[in-house]
Nanobody, 120 residues
Framework: QAKLVESGGGSVQAGGSLRLSCSVSDLAFSSLCMAWSRQRTGAEREEVGDINLTGYTSLRESVKGRFTISRDNTKNVLYLQMNSLQPDDTAMYFC??????????????WGQGTQVTVSS
């Protein structure tokens, strides 16, 4: 059973930065497509962005230019670098792992999440 553990969340002021990490165990990390999602209080979960096996990334429009997704296949870790944080970025952040099937990443494992709080 895959295990995903997020870390790096915390409280920052607007304009600050955080780097989230997602450690993946019990899986061939380099064969996985990965994603970050977030859930604000009282809202549905939304995808922040994803990264495929070759390192190609896509990000939702609201975080482009501020967030970067990367992966280290030697350490089995997924990262989310978040700069210029805004109060609207306050949420629980989750990582997810999947396999590419038919050109789409099919997710099958999720972490427990790490809280990010941005104050104005």
């Amino acid at each position: 059973q895959a295990k995903l553990v997020e870390s790096g969340g915390g409280s920052v002021q607007a304009g600050g930065s955080l780097r989230l990490s997602c450690s993946v165990s019990d899986l061939a990390f380099s064969s996985l497509c990965m994603a970050w999602s977030r859930q604000r209080t009282g809202a549905e979960r939304e995808e922040v962005g994803d990264i495929n096996l070759t390192g190609y990334t896509s990000l939702r429009e609201s975080v482009k230019g501020r967030f970067t997704i990367s992966r280290d296949n030697t350490k089995n870790v997924l990262y989310l670098q978040m700069n210029s944080l805004q109060p609207d970025d306050t949420a629980m952040y989750f990582c997810a792992a999947g396999f590419m099937i038919g050109g789409t990443c099919k997710f099958f494992a999720w972490g427990q999440g790490t809280q990010v709080t941005v104050s104005s």
